[in-house]
């Protein structure tokens, strides 16, 4: 099997709200921001809860795009019904084929089949968890190119840092495009990871203060959907330790070998492919 691994990229897909209007958003979620119950019950006015702090964060996520192509042939024998019970036999190209009885009267015929299978498959994976999850949605954005991530920090925004590199999303994908067959003899059994991008997109983390309760919470507003929805974590204090190229594209031969002993891997040498990363013949 051949496995062509292609040229990453790292994007931030361009934010549909700005900041002025994800502030306007949480003014009138402050509110909503405490929850149904508190909503309902204790009736807060909004002049009650206040916006303490607005940070801009980005979160991430892995898309993959996959190409398997099979090509192969294989020996079958083809039944071919003859019902009437006069003919004996049946001539085909010069070649006499005698009645079988095969469930039915009938000529068996050798043939070879050639056969060409091709499957694709584009997924997105959550950035820390992961999981396969729907952002479709997002990938209709703008991409912007970027050379690294402390791209993203200039300005003072936050990078949640991914927890999950290039090699997981390859090992994911590649299994959904393996299949098995049986062939006489294979001519193509290649696998072409086409696209494998990194993507950030903007979000905006809300602290609000309700004094007279004490009470705390936090807000997240997508900059993209525009949605919001609880937080279950405190209010980042700094920005986490950007990671190098090299760390999140963590491609080699070893990350498709692992799995698909003797595979032979091609690799195309992006500007944010691994430095080590080789072709292995």
Not at 2 to 26: K, P, R
Not at 102 to 120: A, F, Q, S, Y
Not at 131 to 139: G, P, Q, S
Not at 218 to 234: H, K, V, Y
Request: contains cysteine; charged residues 25%; proline residues 4%.
């Amino acid at each position: 099997m051949d496995v062509n691994l292609g040229e990453t990229q790292m994007v931030e897909l361009q934010a549909v709200y700005s900041a002025e209007q994800i502030q306007g958003m949480a003014v009138g979620r402050r509110i909503d921001a405490f929850g149904q119950m508190a909503k309902l019950f204790q009736r807060p006015k909004p002049e009650d809860i206040e916006i303490v702090t607005i940070q801009k964060q980005y979160e991430s996520f892995w898309s993959v795009s996959a190409t398997a192509h099979y090509i192969y042939e294989r020996k079958r024998v083809y039944h071919v019904d003859v019902p009437a019970t006069e003919v004996q036999s049946v001539t085909l190209q010069d070649r006499s084929y005698p009645i079988t009885v095969n469930r039915t009267r009938g000529i068996d015929l050798d043939v070879l089949e050639r056969c060409d299978e091709t499957l694709h498959r584009d997924l997105t994976l959550d950035g820390q968890s992961g999981e396969v999850a729907d952002y479709r949605r997002y990938l209709t954005a703008t991409p912007l190119m970027m050379p690294d991530l402390a791209t993203l920090q200039r300005g003072g925004a936050d990078v949640v840092a991914p927890e999950v590199r290039s090699s997981f999303v390859i090992r994911h994908v590649i299994p959904l495009l393996m299949k098995t067959f049986q062939a006489d003899r294979v001519i193509e059994e290649v696998i072409n990871i086409e696209s494998i991008v990194l993507c950030f997109h903007a979000i905006y983390a809300v602290e609000y203060v309700w004094a007279a309760k004490q009470k705390r919470q936090i807000l997240i507003f997508d900059a993209l959907t525009g949605q919001s929805r609880p937080s279950g974590a405190e209010m980042r204090t700094h920005s986490a330790k950007v990671l190098e190229n090299d760390t999140l594209f963590d491609i080699g031969s070893d990350a498709v070998g692992t799995f698909i002993p003797g595979a032979n891997v091609s690799i195309q040498l992006g500007r944010l492919a691994p430095r080590q990363a080789v072709s292995v013949p």
